[in-house]
Structure formats: C-alpha cells, structure tokens
C-alpha cells in the first residue's frame, strides 16, 4: 500500500514528506492507521545537525496515537478496532527485564531487527524507534503496541507516547516522589511540563519551574508550578534563590534540558543528605559530565531514567486512564495543531522555543 510519511534523508537538510510503499503485516506484526502524531526534539536531532546518524532516509516519529487495522498471526492482546499508542521500547512480558520492577527497558530494545516495512523508491528503509509514526499508516511489533481506552481521544493522548510518559513516569516511578516533598523542574517545555504533572499527582508542597522563556510562566502554574524562576534574567543566583525558597534545598530536582551545565546545577541545589536528581534531558554528541564529587558524596543521587520507567504495555494506560479520571491536565500541553505537510513549520515552532508540544492531525 502507498503511504505518505514525513522523514530524514540527511544531517542539516530540511525534513521531507513523500511517498512510501508499505508492506503487509507478517507474523506478530500490527497494522495501525495513524490519527495523531507529536512532535519531538529527538526527531529533530537527526536532521538539525545535533546527532550522529548514517542509516538515512529514515522515517521519523516515535510518539502518536492510532486505530489497528489488521495483526499478523500470533498477535493475540490488540485486534481491528483498537484504539492504540505505538510505543518506542517494547515490553515482551517475558524476558529478565520485563520481569523485574526495577526497569522499563525490555531486552528486545537492544536486539536490532532487519525488519524494513518502508521502501522508498524501491529502498528498503528503516523507521526511527522501529515506528514510523509521521506516516499515515505504520507497521510494528506487537510488542510495541499498547493497547489504551476508546474513550480518550486520541489527538491529546498520543502525548503520553514519549513526552508524557518521560515526564510522568519521572516522577512518579524513577524519582517515586513522596507527598509533602519539593521539586524543582529546570525546563518547562513538553518534558518539564510532564514532570510537573507527575510531581502534581505525587502530592509535591513545592514545584519550582525554573526556564529560560519566561512566557512559559503561566502554563507552568497551570500544570502545578507554585514558584517560576526566570533563567533569563542577568545575574541571576539560581542556586541561591532554589535554596533559599526550599530552606537548603530541594527534595528532588529534574533536568529536562539536556545540558551539561544545567544539569550540575540541578545536583547542586538538591538537599544534603537525600537529594535526587533525575537526567532527563539528552545531552549532544560526546559531551561529558563534570560533576563536583563531593555534591554526591554528601548523600545526593543521580538517577538516569528512559522513558519514565514507564513498562510501555502495562503502565502506560494507567496514565491514560489518568487523563480520563480528570488527574492529568493533558490539554494544556499541546500548543499548536498541524497537518502533515506543515511538519516543517512544526519543527521551526519546536526550535523556537515557543511551542510546548506540536501535534499532527492526520
């Protein structure tokens, strides 16, 4: 079948949209036509420059929300009609890791797969995250898909797909805030919003928002922020300010940035004795880290966390379930809508700073 996809063809070229052939489903395979689709700044690292990648043209899109059309034989848990989220790392239920409480990051995401759906002018081509989700139409491993409420609608819930669960899931599963803690979320655009939430729900006494972009302000109030740094300002004491406002400092803190500095700061303004820090953020290339050893040394943490510890077929429709219960304030994530040949213009918005998440209607 012919599909029309958004994709990469090479490192500082603008994304393209164009026609792809589509293979048919084959053994525990699933059919999914795409109803929404969200943008993020991992797909666009890999055509702005910001990541190291040969395997092109690559079909980008790794969060979205869809209807299955058809399964191959063997796949038993989704069947035409459902309403789904393709998810990015698989849950098979049954390997070591699937099996413990301790990670989301089931064996079969390390195993690479042959498996090319996509042709392009005749090219067999790979899709980012095995997924595909900027296409109409995509085809995954059962494993990869989960299974979620008819009810939600899918052009807000296909959020939770990456930039909700990573947020969410930080929170409340790699953090496990308590009640009664602080936070402090040091980026405020689709990730930090999430985290928010997550620290919302958690029962959290104090959020502090801390962004660069001052106009993000009042999202971030609405999502659950109590106090709003400004980044921006010269001369600015972060620290100082966190630690004065939290009395020594913050319980937990989570860097959603992706910046060697920023997340320094992050370690440093969390208590003595037990404060966490969670890495959210994706720092470029081969950037290191240097961090004051003695800030760990004292008793803080730093926690790494993929996709929120989210186990993507069992836990994620929890959080939809959320959403639905009336928990999760969703809608105030998504700022702008598009179709798929405004994909470009999405990014830009993305880039800019002034979007908090765009997402595709198809």
């Not at 040969?54 to 848990?77: F, I, K, N, R």
């Amino acid at each position: 079948m012919q599909v029309v996809a958004a994709y990469a063809h090479s490192q500082n070229t603008p994304i393209a949209v164009d026609t792809f052939e589509l293979d048919g489903v084959r053994e525990r395979e699933v059919l999914i036509e795409m109803k929404a689709a969200g943008l993020c700044r991992s797909d666009m690292s890999f055509f702005d420059g910001s990541r190291d990648w040969s395997d092109y043209p690559l079909v980008l899109g790794h969060e979205g929300a869809g209807v299955v059309l058809d399964c191959g034989s063997g796949v038993t848990h989704v069947r035409p009609g459902d309403h789904v989220i393709p998810v990015a790392i698989p849950e098979c239920g049954e390997c070591p890791a699937c099996r413990s409480r301790k990670t989301n990051l089931c064996d079969l995401y390390f195993k690479p797969t042959s498996r090319r759906p996509f042709r392009l002018q005749g090219k067999p081509t790979r899709a980012f995250c095995e997924l595909g989700t900027f296409s109409q139409r995509i085809i995954v491993r059962d494993t990869q898909v989960t299974k979620i409420s008819p009810l939600a609608p899918m052009d807000v819930v296909c959020c939770l797909g990456c930039a909700g669960a990573t947020g969410i899931g930080a929170a409340l599963f790699t953090a496990r805030m308590e009640a009664n803690s602080s936070a402090v979320v040091f980026g405020l655009g689709g990730i930090g919003l999430n985290v928010v939430e997550g620290a919302r729900i958690a029962g959290a006494r104090m959020i502090i928002g801390v962004d660069s972009n001052p106009a993000k302000e009042p999202f971030a109030r609405a999502a659950g922020v109590t106090h709003f740094v400004d980044a921006s300002k010269p001369g600015a004491d972060t620290l100082g300010l966190i630690r004065e406002l939290t009395d020594g400092g913050a319980d937990y803190a989570f860097e959603c940035v992706g910046h060697a500095d920023i997340l320094r700061l992050a370690v440093e303004c969390t208590r003595i004795g037990w404060g966490t820090t969670v890495m959210l953020g994706v720092l470029p290339g081969a950037q290191e880290l240097a961090l004051r050893p003695r800030s760990i040394q004292e008793g803080r943490r730093l926690l790494g966390s993929y996709l929120g510890n989210v186990k993507t077929r069992t836990e994620l429709p929890l959080l939809v379930d959320m959403y639905l219960d009336g928990r999760l304030h969703l809608d105030n994530l998504i700022s702008h809508r598009i179709s798929l040949d405004q994909i470009g213009e999405g990014f830009e918005l993305l880039a800019s700073g002034d979007a908090r998440r765009v997402v595709i209607d198809f």
